[in-house]
């Protein structure tokens, strides 16, 4: 049961929480710009480092609002939670 | 409501050399997993090649062909999985013979449960298809799952009651460590070099194609290699810089102490999450749903083990008072439908096969044939065709993610 | 009757209450005992030495331990409930208590288990593990800072070792600061103190499970009293206090019953009053065994030898231990046994400086063989929670290696500091320093003098005694593994067939995968396998990976109170009661139960459908639809965003209006659909299928938050403020112009696809949308949730005089597939795109959205996909089972058989009188006319391929007939 930090709620369990992958995956700003192999990356290919990697989360039993997680994916050790994108809510 | 004693096959009293590797291999496989031997297997077997090294960080089978539930089956949904699966049903059915090696494959059934309306349509649908594919899967009402499975609990009181379930006979279990070492001792009479304790840490390359593997244990040259890494693919691409559409998560399972046989078969529930079965030795092995976020660690989250024995509770009342052993997790690389990537990379001589999740166990013949015949011929076999890289350009994936939940 | 090994309590009184008589009966024997023992020292103190017999081999076994390393000492209890493979030395002795011995396996009963089974969720600043010397202490200095401390302990009663012992702490018995310690700790009100709590787990981020038993000394247990709890402790520190397991030596024939470990003995004497023998053979490889054979001495027992390793053993424990009465062999060591169900004698000889066996061997009788092959550390939760191990020469065992920052702290003899003063030292600093961690300021207090500690000088480590002729390929009653019946033998044979990994060896000879999880073998097999390998030292070799649970833990105590009708929450609608009373057939949809039917009596439920669907169809019907899911989407950006994550547009959408809407993943292929209704400029109320509500929810906000964070949207799931009731049917103008007087229910006036709001006649408000899941005219009526009963029974009076007929969710389906509507999840599957179900017109051409991209790849393009069509089979009364595959008609059925695609939905039709289907088909549409086979049941049902509409295909019902 990892320990997440939430940066508006504070420390909670991971059960409240879902998990939303690498962040930082911006969706084409126009789909039809790119080709398929583009598109395909976009929708199917994730980093998936051993290590350090950035990733989502949302605080789905709190206060339902998404950040992101520096985490050791070898450790679980985690660090620099920050709203994801501008966080404006 | 006792099953007889079954015992456990004894070890051979050889197994393999612990030979120190060579500079140079005509074929390198990454990994000596189930699928990493069975693929150097069906290389000397089929296509006469002997000089091949399989390389492991660890030590042999330590991954998930020894942390999986031990189900074998093929009652999968879509034709190219049913294909797939079933082949390596049939060749687990020829391997006690083939390898001189009795890991006790007992075709004790496996039942796979639907608790809802939908479920039920969905299990039919799945029990349709594989008979009209030759695959012998049946659909059983709640009697008659109660008469196969006593241990069971059918009485339509829980829950989710059990409103029917699909029932593959062929399908069973296999002891499987020793399916690692039956694989492992003929390699090794063939002449395979299998090599522990020597972490693949980065390729040589030449151009597009790959020349050699670096090592722990320094370089070694290869005419081709074969990455069967599952969990550790990505970190290994990740320096060719090919991204593949994977990501490793933490699946966990447990086992109880060893208990007089009282379960026939293998119970399968992607509603409730968990599966069980009953070891040759005694002890009832139960998996579950994988933790949501990647991770190397093997280690999970306890709150799943919890969900998973609540739910093998009301699925099996009698085993309340069994104790949780030991719980493992292993690492599981996942792909976006849920079924595997076999075939060739953008580097000519390199091929991968991972991706298989949770269910990579009961494929490991089938998955080493064919990998093996895509490493061999530089072709897919016509079995592992679908299940190119290129379907997540095409979008003709492979989706097995309706029928098999769990995709145990 | 005194029982034959209780010592008389002049000479030990023992921590037992001699007052009490308890009975309890083993293997069919009935035995007495006191409150204090455990089952073990209760077979103990009445001479049953042996317990059991082997796994494989069927040898003679006895008690070896007295804590939860027992290997040999598994019991079945008996009961209401038996539960399985239980070390009979942690099993408190009670009246009545019924066990059954095992030889390794054990077996689970067919009676449910009513016992209840709780969790408990808390956090900690401190917790301690283990409250021997160096925990009490840590506790007591950590509780003395206010920081919040949890300490646990398996024992019934706190001290760990020391109460084994004759030890003095600050000028007194050990036992007395032990006492002074507890009521400390009692009156800390942020101290909690848990006995019989095992930590079992150790997780990421400094979690621990803790599995406490409540009952097990209670004689009688309430019907509502949680038998066990599992505690989920979050901690800021962790210190790990958790001691050190004697491991016993190889030798030949080690396993016979009266060999037991050193400090056991010593524990059974002091805490049980329990002499397990007369005549006793000590066997140690350092001085703690020393304190057993003093012990033994004072009590009147013989040592008529004391085997040390070493050559030199301290001098002073020689001269007590011979002062007493005993003997010592120094330099020497035990090679075999004689005896059969006990031992009668052992075989001693020297062992020269290289550590092989010279000088002559000799016998010494005794019926008692205490052995220590030295100590190691309880390090199973620091290597669960991630922490590596080192080899330690001096200590001869595995430690913990410097811990990380974000490591439990092990202390004490865990990190192999055996004496008493090291230990309260290093417990009172490591306390004193998790609290300062906490925010806790707090000095480590003094540390109190103490004496009669256990001596601590350097062991000879000997974990392997050799043979005296075979080789070791042949030392096959040298026991590693007493519970698995595995010897040296087997671990050479495991070597010798290739296995160099410890790993591998455990698994091929079973070495430590018993109920003990190798908690006396792992270090011997290690050690053995070391020897084999001819490498320098158990380091080399390593150990197998430490995983939870540290010991055994009940399914049923996993599972919590998770289980009956707690297993999953149930949500029920406001109506429900009616339903139940109106003896509704319940399904279950997500967590939701729904009425699926209402037969009458003697109706199954086709007939009950038929009827249902008549209703509907040629009078007035009424379906509880309240579980569909509602979001509000509200903001200036609302109209914007629901055109981006809708395949249709809904910016233009008047206010007061509704449509339906599809929405696609990002690969496009459809996730879910519904009506929305725009109630203001700003703000749509979209509805989403039943099962799809919470992940329709989460998936709008995933954009919202991560993507389009400039738009200005709030999403808020509003399914439970809701109640609604569907009333369907040419008759239902009529129903609801009863029901809402207020309301032009005219066709003219209230067009399809709008909403009113509205009062109804009994001032309760709702709002009303003419919106139709059957093709008929109908209303979906929708109040606040507390009015849903009153509303659906002020419906159901309004339709009586016109026969208002109840319907479930089977009658809906029926319905809406004559018309041809999808149920997303039924009728798709993941990989089924809006155009695959021929809903061209609701895909916008004018508009991005989410997986409109993803219909251009090359697979998504074809025109050749699996496409939505209708059947009708061609004898009118067959009924296609769901799921069935249609395949060419000339098609030979021999497997692999070519499948065209395969049946979503099929039911008889009432309206239709026939059956009829729908199917997803490859190049469906293009088929639409032609003849395809469905072969199920050992035949094949020829059907038509049709269009997916089967009633009203024009759609003239839609707006029922006038009337007046």
């Given at each position: 049961m990892l320990l997440i930090h939430c940066p508006w709620c504070g420390a909670r369990d991971e059960a409240e929480f879902r998990y939303g992958g690498q962040a930082h995956v911006d969706r084409p700003p126009d789909p039809n710009a790119v080709d398929d192999r583009e598109w395909g990356e976009y929708l199917f290919v994730r980093d998936n480092p051993r290590g350090r990697f950035s990733e989502r989360w949302v605080h789905s039993a709190g206060c339902r609002r998404w950040f992101d997680v520096v985490r050791d994916t070898a450790t679980n050790e985690m660090s620099a939670e920050v709203p994801s994108r501008s966080g404006r809510r | 409501m006792a099953t007889p004693r079954r015992t456990p096959p004894e070890p051979p009293a050889r197994l393999w050399r612990n030979p120190e590797p060579k500079s140079r291999y005509d074929v390198v496989i990454v990994g000596a997993g189930g699928h990493g031997l069975a693929t150097a297997y069906y290389l000397a077997r089929d296509h006469g090649i002997r000089d091949i090294a399989v390389l492991?960080?660890?030590?042999?089978?330590?991954?998930g062909t020894v942390r999986n539930t031990m189900i074998i089956r093929s009652d999968y949904l879509l034709d190219e999985s049913t294909a797939l699966y079933d082949h390596a049903l049939g060749l687990w059915e020829q391997l006690p013979d083939e390898l001189e090696?009795?890991?006790?494959?007992?075709?004790c059934g496996v039942l796979n449960l639907a608790h809802t309306e939908q479920e039920v349509r969905d299990s039919r649908r799945r029990a349709f298809a594989n008979q009209l594919n030759g695959v012998d899967t049946e659909w059983l009402g709640p009697e008659e799952v109660a008469e196969f499975c006593p241990v069971l609990d059918t009485s339509g009181e829980s829950r989710y009651p059990v409103l029917g379930a699909t029932l593959q006979r062929r399908a069973g279990t296999v002891e499987h460590d020793h399916v690692a070492w039956a694989l492992a001792r003929k390699c090794d009479e063939m002449g395979v070099d299998l090599v522990q304790n020597c972490e693949v840490t980065g390729f040589r390359t030449e151009g597009d194609r790959v020349t050699g593997v670096r090592t722990g244990r320094g370089p070694i040259s290869a005419g081709r290699v074969g990455l069967a890494a599952a969990g550790r693919t990505s970190p290994l691409t990740d320096t060719l810089g090919v991204r593949l559409p994977l990501q490793s998560h933490p699946l966990q399972a447990l086992a109880s102490e060893l208990l007089e046989p009282v379960h026939p078969c293998a119970v399968m529930s992607n509603h409730v999450h968990v599966y069980c079965s009953q070891a040759h030795r005694g002890e009832l092995v139960l998996g579950g749903g994988i933790d949501s976020y990647n991770g190397y660690a093997q280690r999970g989250s306890v709150h799943l083990v919890e969900r998973q024995l609540a739910a093998a509770v009301e699925l099996f009342p009698m085993f309340a008072r069994a104790h949780v052993l030991r719980t493992w997790a292993g690492t599981v690389d996942v792909t976006p439908d849920a079924s595997p990537i076999i075939g060739p990379t953008p580097y000519g001589n390199l091929f991968v096969n991972c991706g298989w999740g949770a269910g990579g166990f009961k494929a490991t013949p089938g998955a080493g044939r064919v990998f093996a015949h895509t490493i061999a011929t530089g072709e897919p076999h016509p079995l592992n065709a679908?299940?190119?890289?290129?379907r997540f350009t095409t979008g003709a994936l492979i989706d097995e993610h309706g029928a098999t939940g769990v995709a145990n | 009757m005194t029982s034959p090994n209780r010592l008389d309590a002049t000479v030990r009184p023992g921590r037992i209450d001699r007052t009490r008589r308890l009975r309890f009966t083993f293997d069919g024997t009935e035995l007495h005992g006191h409150p204090g023992d455990t089952l073990a020292s209760a077979l103990l103190a009445e001479g049953r030495t042996e317990v059991t017999t082997s796994v494989h081999r069927g040898r003679p076994r006895g008690i070896v331990a007295a804590d939860r390393t027992e290997p040999n000492a598994l019991v079945q209890l008996h009961g209401d409930c038996p539960e399985p493979m239980l070390p009979a030395t942690r099993v408190e002795l009670r009246d009545g208590l019924v066990a059954e011995s095992l030889s390794g396996i054990g077996w689970v009963g067919d009676r449910p288990d009513t016992a209840v089974h709780d969790k408990k969720y808390v956090h900690a600043d401190v917790v301690i593990v283990g409250a021997g010397p160096s925990g009490l202490a840590a506790a007591l200095s950590a509780g003395r800072s206010g920081a919040r401390v949890f300490l646990v302990d398996e024992q019934a009663e706190l001290g760990g070792r020391l109460l084994d012992g004759h030890e003095r702490i600050d000028g007194a018995a050990a036992t007395d600061w032990i006492a002074r310690a507890v009521r400390e700790l009692a009156e800390i009100p942020e101290v909690r103190v848990l006995t019989r709590a095992t930590a079992v787990g150790c997780y990421d981020h400094d979690y621990l499970l803790v599995a406490e038993h409540r009952t097990d000394h209670l004689d009688t247990v309430g019907p509502h009293q949680s038998q066990q709890r599992l505690w989920h402790v979050r901690a800021r520190r962790v210190v790990l206090a958790t001691g050190a397991h004697e491991r016993p030596v190889v030798f030949?024939?080690?396993?016979?019953?009266?060999?037991?470990l050193a400090a056991a003995v010593r524990s059974y004497l002091n805490r049980h009053a329990v002499l397990p023998g007369r005549d006793a053979v000590v066997f140690t490889t350092s001085d703690s065994a020393y304190s057993t054979a003093l012990d033994l001495l004072a009590v009147g027992a013989s040592v008529p030898a004391l085997v040390d390793t070493r050559p030199q053993p301290p001098a002073h424990l020689v001269d007590q231990v011979e002062a007493a009465g005993g003997r010592v062999h120094p330099g020497s060591t035990v090679i075999s046994t004689k005896g059969h169900d006990r031992v009668r004698g052992a075989r001693v000889t020297e062992l020269d400086e290289q550590g092989c066996l010279s000088g002559i061997p000799y016998e010494v009788d005794c019926d008692l063989l205490a052995v220590c092959g030295g100590w190691s550390p309880v390090v199973h939760l620091f290597g669960q929670a991630g922490g590596s191990l080192r080899w330690d020469r001096t200590a001869a065992g595995f430690v913990p290696e410097s811990s990380g920052t974000h490591l439990p702290r092990v202390i004490g003899s865990a990190r192999a500091t055996h004496d008493l003063a090291g230990s309260l030292a290093q417990g009172l600093a490591a306390g004193a320093e998790a609290a300062t961690a906490c925010g806790f300021r707090i000095a480590a207090p003094r540390v109190p003098p103490t004496s009669g500690d256990r001596p601590n000088s350097r062991p000879r480590p000997l974990w392997l005694v050799p043979g005296m002729t075979k080789p070791p390929e042949q030392w096959d009653r040298h026991f590693v593994d007493l519970q698995r019946d595995a010897t040296v033998a087997d671990v050479w044979r495991a070597i010798g067939a290739g296995m160099r990994s410890v790993e591998h060896v455990e698994r091929y000879t079973?070495?430590?995968?018993?109920q003990d999880r190798g908690k006396t073998s792992g270090v011997n097999a290690i050690g053995v396998i070391a020897d084999a390998l001819m490498v320098d030292s158990p380091g080399e070799v390593g150990t197998t990976t430490f995983r939870p649970p540290y010991a055994p833990v009940r399914f049923a105590l996993m599972a919590g109170r998770e289980r009956g009708h707690l297993h999953e929450p149930v949500r029920t609608t406001s109506m429900h009661s009616w339903h139940e009373a109106a003896g509704a057939e319940f399904e279950n949809v997500g967590q939701w139960k729904r009425p699926r039917y209402y037969p009458r009596p003697g109706e199954d439920m086709d007939a009950a459908v038929q009827r249902e669907c008549r209703a509907a169809r040629t009078g007035v019907a009424m379906q509880d639809v309240s579980t569909l899911g509602r979001i509000e989407i509200v903001g200036s950006d609302a109209p914007e965003f629901l055109d981006r994550v809708c395949t249709s547009g809904f910016a233009e959408l008047a206010v007061g209006r509704a449509r339906y809407g599809m929405m696609c993943g990002a690969d496009g292929m459809v996730l879910d659909d519904g009506v929305s209704m725009r109630l203001a400029a700003d703000r749509y109320l979209m509805s989403t299928t039943t099962g799809g509500a919470a992940g329709v929810l989460e998936w709008l906000e995933e954009w919202l938050r991560t993507e389009w964070s400039e738009l200005d949207v709030y999403c808020t799931s509003v399914t439970e403020q809701w109640a609604a009731v569907a009333v369907v049917g040419p008759r239902s103008r009529d129903v609801v112009a009863r029901l809402a007087p207020d309301l032009d229910v005219s066709s003219a006036g209230f067009g399809f696809m709008e909403f009113r709001e509205t009062e109804l006649y009994n001032g309760i408000p709702a709002r009303i949308s003419r919106i139709s899941f059957s093709g008929e005219l109908a209303f979906e009526i929708n109040v606040a949730r507390w009015y849903g009963l009153a509303t659906w029974e002020a419906v159901a009076a309004a339709g009586a005089d016109h026969g208002i007929t109840p319907y479930g969710a089977e009658t809906m389906h029926v319905l809406r597939a004559e018309k041809g509507f999808v149920v997303v999840g039924q009728d798709t599957d993941g990989t089924v795109t809006p155009l695959d179900l021929g809903m061209d017109r609701l895909v916008s051409r004018h508009k991005d959205f989410i997986g409109k991209r993803s219909f251009a790849r090359q697979d998504t393009a074809r025109t050749d996909r699996k496409q939505l069509v209708g059947l009708l089979p061609l004898e009118r009364e067959r009924l296609l089972p769901e799921g069935v595959h249609l395949v060419e008609p000339d098609v030979p059925l021999r497997p692999p058989v070519p499948m065209l695609g395969h049946v979503t939905s099929s039911y008889r039709s009432a309206a239709l009188d026939r059956t009829f289907a729908l199917a997803l088909i490859r190049d469906g549409r293009r088929r639409i006319g032609d003849v395809l086979h469905a072969p199920f049941e050992g035949s094949s049902t020829a059907v038509e391929v049709t269009r997916?509409?089967?009633?009203d295909e024009e759609g003239a019902r839609r707006d029922g007939v006038e009337h007046g």
């Open positions: - | 492991e960080r660890g030590w042999l089978a330590g991954g090696y009795d890991f006790s494959f007992s075709q679908p299940y190119g890289l290129e | 030949e024939d080690n396993d016979r019953p009266g060999i037991m079973t070495i430590s995968t018993g997916p509409v089967f009633y």
